[in-house]
């Protein structure tokens, strides 16, 4: 097999930390190192890497989580040693399993090629001490549809480096990461199924780059938002795990990380505020929060060169591996922790707490000092008004509010659990879809609780992923009530108790309701003209019957 030396174009100063001095086989140059980073790798080409690179090491598998609306298998490639193949071997080995997701952004295609270069750097480089104390999944091409369709001028924020790109939503035209509650796309469902519930992976990374904004940082992290579940895994991720990575890559790489978001000109300059993304489980990365496991989301800045984008993500990555390896024992024992912790609260408290439900942005209680961006100048228009155009000075400025905290505007009781009327047989396969224990109760059963009376039905004027979100108000009334035989009963006392409560409560701003699960049966009921009982009943006891003294 002819061999060629993997020497780039910017090695020297790029790619410091690459696997610049050894000598990979042809097939396993990638697409942008071929073309000068003016191109990126179609489904093709990563498929033909996945195939050569499986034939020259014992550490690795390829397989498949589904298949995509275009009927693409999705790759998956696990990395261990020793080697595993499926979820139990992995669960016995005792090691924590780290899930690295890129593309599900087809335009964001970093996180596309750093995947397949760390395969190649540990299976075939010196990072196989990677694999000592975890297991790696990757999936490289997440969105396999969106990312052959390519052209140019799909991100404009990346400045034609690639020249072209895939787009950002699947072969249904949904965006990826916004389907996690509604599960529409395969892709979905085959990764919550295939990855997330089967292997049970201890820290899920999710690979993006940003859409424009001209802060100051190579990279920007978040972790998952998760108020409404337990803090254990964002506590640790979010003070301990990130700010380590953070300092490290500045002293190592001269690399300047921060934390995300964005801001906006209409509030003037110097930056004032500083804006993160939403809460809501609908992204993957929080979702995996509520599920007691920890999550970090990844955001190259778009206006560097590709080349330096994938140095970025590739350092970045390579961190939290070397970091989540070092400390396996510790993640797994807070992530069990966590879990505990939510199954507890359901036995300990259910009927007597209340937990949020919907949530609005708020700042951090530390504003952002020494806060990186490229600085703006401004000038008075023509017609008076006043605008702000980008020069090419980095500055630093001070005392920026972070909104990056959520406080909750709506609370609802931690039920025991939900009964769910045989009827609604739909709904509680989709929770078993997401993992959750639910079982179907084999005679008639009183239960104390309360049910939601339905006294405002809105829905959405305009579509947003293809629904006219839905939300409810009204109030909660106290009744005992009989579940019939073929009923589904769904007891919070399990691991993911606090998923399970978001995505079922009537006034959830991210639940089924919102997705417009219930519209026919609500609107069937005459919601738009007086008030109708939410189908989901909650409960908080079992009522027992005493027998009668002869």
Same mark, same amino acid.
């Given at each position: 097999?002819?061999?060629?030396?993997?020497?780039?174009?910017?090695?020297?100063?790029?790619?410091?930390?690459?696997?610049?001095?050894?000598?990979?086989?042809?097939?396993?140059?990638?697409?942008?190192?071929?073309?000068?980073?003016?191109?990126?790798?179609?489904?093709?080409?990563?498929?033909?890497?996945?195939?050569?690179?499986?034939?020259?090491?014992?550490?690795?598998?390829?397989?498949?989580?589904?298949?995509?609306?275009?009927?693409?298998?999705?790759?998956?490639?696990?990395?261990?040693?020793?080697?595993?193949?499926?979820?139990?071997?992995?669960?016995?080995?005792?090691?924590?399993?780290?899930?690295?997701?890129?593309?599900?952004?087809?335009?964001?295609?970093?996180?596309?090629?750093?995947?397949?270069?760390?395969?190649?750097?540990?299976?075939?480089?010196?990072?196989?001490?990677?694999?000592?104390?975890?297991?790696?999944?990757?999936?490289?091409?997440?969105?396999?549809?969106?990312?052959?369709?390519?052209?140019?001028?799909?991100?404009?924020?990346?400045?034609?480096?690639?020249?072209?790109?895939?787009?950002?939503?699947?072969?249904?035209?949904?965006?990826?990461?916004?389907?996690?509650?509604?599960?529409?796309?395969?892709?979905?469902?085959?990764?919550?199924?295939?990855?997330?519930?089967?292997?049970?992976?201890?820290?899920?990374?999710?690979?993006?780059?940003?859409?424009?904004?001209?802060?100051? +940082?190579?990279?920007?992290?978040?972790?998952?938002?998760?108020?409404?579940?337990?803090?254990?895994?964002?506590?640790?991720?979010?003070?301990?795990?990130?700010?380590?990575?953070?300092?490290?890559?500045?002293?190592?790489?001269?690399?300047?990380?921060?934390?995300?978001?964005?801001?906006?000109?209409?509030?003037?300059?110097?930056?004032?505020?500083?804006?993160?993304?939403?809460?809501?489980?609908?992204?993957?990365?929080?979702?995996?929060?509520?599920?007691?496991?920890?999550?970090?989301?990844?955001?190259?800045?778009?206006?560097?060169?590709?080349?330096?984008?994938?140095?970025?993500?590739?350092?970045?990555?390579?961190?939290?591996?070397?970091?989540?390896?070092?400390?396996?024992?510790?993640?797994?024992?807070?992530?069990?922790?966590?879990?505990?912790?939510?199954?507890?609260?359901?036995?300990?408290?259910?009927?007597?707490?209340?937990?949020?439900?919907?949530?609005?942005?708020?700042?951090?209680?530390?504003?952002?000092?020494?806060?990186?961006? +490229?600085?703006?100048?401004?000038?008075?228009?023509?017609?008076?008004?006043?605008?702000?155009?980008?020069?090419?000075?980095?500055?630093?400025?001070?005392?920026?509010?972070?909104?990056?905290?959520?406080?909750?505007?709506?609370?609802?009781?931690?039920?025991?659990?939900?009964?769910?009327?045989?009827?609604?047989?739909?709904?509680?396969?989709?929770?078993?879809?997401?993992?959750?224990?639910?079982?179907?109760?084999?005679?008639?059963?009183?239960?104390?609780?309360?049910?939601?009376?339905?006294?405002?039905?809105?829905?959405?004027?305009?579509?947003?992923?293809?629904?006219?979100?839905?939300?409810?108000?009204?109030?909660?009334?106290?009744?005992?009530?009989?579940?019939?035989?073929?009923?589904?009963?769904?007891?919070?006392?399990?691991?993911?108790?606090?998923?399970?409560?978001?995505?079922?409560?009537?006034?959830?701003?991210?639940?089924?309701?919102?997705?417009?699960?219930?519209?026919?049966?609500?609107?069937?009921?005459?919601?738009?003209?007086?008030?109708?009982?939410?189908?989901?009943?909650?409960?908080?006891?079992?009522?027992?019957?005493?027998?009668?003294?002869?």
């Amino acid at each position: 097999m002819k061999k060629i030396c993997l020497v780039l174009l910017f090695s020297a100063s790029i790619f410091a930390n690459a696997q610049t001095n050894i000598t990979y086989p042809e097939s396993l140059i990638l697409v942008p190192e071929k073309s000068n980073f003016e191109k990126t790798s179609t489904y093709a080409d990563v498929m033909q890497f996945l195939n050569s690179i499986k034939t020259m090491s014992p550490n690795i598998y390829v397989g498949s989580i589904g298949k995509s609306t275009l009927e693409k298998d999705i790759p998956m490639v696990v990395l261990a040693n020793p080697m595993v193949q499926t979820p139990a071997a992995a669960k016995a080995s005792g090691k924590p399993v780290i899930y690295i997701q890129a593309n599900i952004h087809a335009g964001e295609i970093e996180g596309k090629e750093v995947t397949m270069m760390l395969m190649r750097d540990i299976l075939l480089g010196n990072k196989k001490d990677l694999l000592n104390n975890q297991i790696i999944v990757f999936v490289p091409i997440y969105n396999t549809d969106g990312n052959d369709k390519m052209a140019k001028g799909l991100r404009p924020s990346q400045e034609n480096s690639p020249l072209e790109t895939g787009i950002r939503e699947n072969g249904q035209g949904l965006d990826l990461n916004r389907d996690g509650i509604k599960m529409e796309a395969p892709e979905t469902r085959a990764m919550i199924q295939q990855i997330i519930t089967a292997w049970d992976p201890q820290m899920t990374v999710d690979l993006h780059t940003t859409n424009g904004t001209w802060h100051g +940082y190579s990279l920007t992290w978040a972790p998952g938002y998760l108020y409404a579940g337990q803090r254990e895994t964002y506590d640790y991720t979010n003070a301990t795990i990130l700010p380590y990575i953070t300092q490290k890559v500045k002293e190592k790489n001269d690399l300047m990380f921060g934390p995300f978001g964005d801001f906006s000109l209409r509030e003037g300059w110097p930056v004032k505020n500083f804006y993160t993304y939403n809460h809501h489980p609908r992204y993957i990365i929080n979702q995996i929060g509520l599920r007691n496991r920890m999550s970090i989301l990844s955001e190259t800045f778009a206006h560097e060169r590709f080349y330096q984008r994938i140095h970025t993500c590739y350092v970045f990555v390579n961190e939290i591996l070397a970091y989540c390896n070092q400390h396996a024992v510790e993640i797994m024992q807070i992530n069990k922790a966590a879990e505990n912790a939510a199954i507890q609260q359901v036995l300990n408290n259910a009927g007597t707490i209340k937990k949020g439900v919907r949530y609005k942005m708020v700042p951090t209680a530390q504003p952002i000092n020494h806060f990186r961006t +490229y600085d703006y100048i401004k000038y008075s228009k023509a017609d008076g008004s006043t605008a702000f155009l980008k020069t090419g000075k980095i500055a630093h400025y001070d005392s920026v509010n972070y909104y990056a905290s959520f406080k909750d505007t709506v609370q609802a009781v931690l039920p025991r659990g939900y009964i769910i009327p045989a009827a609604f047989a739909s709904i509680a396969e989709h929770l078993k879809m997401q993992g959750a224990t639910v079982t179907q109760l084999d005679k008639k059963q009183m239960y104390s609780g309360e049910s939601f009376s339905i006294e405002k039905f809105t829905k959405a004027t305009r579509k947003f992923e293809g629904h006219f979100m839905a939300s409810a108000e009204g109030n909660f009334v106290a009744k005992d009530f009989v579940a019939e035989k073929g009923d589904f009963l769904v007891d919070l006392a399990q691991p993911l108790a606090n998923l399970i409560f978001y995505t079922l409560e009537p006034q959830s701003d991210d639940g089924l309701l919102n997705w417009n699960f219930f519209d026919t049966y609500l609107e069937a009921n005459g919601v738009n003209t007086k008030p109708v009982d939410f189908p989901i009943m909650k409960y908080f006891s079992i009522k027992t019957t005493s027998k009668k003294k002869k």
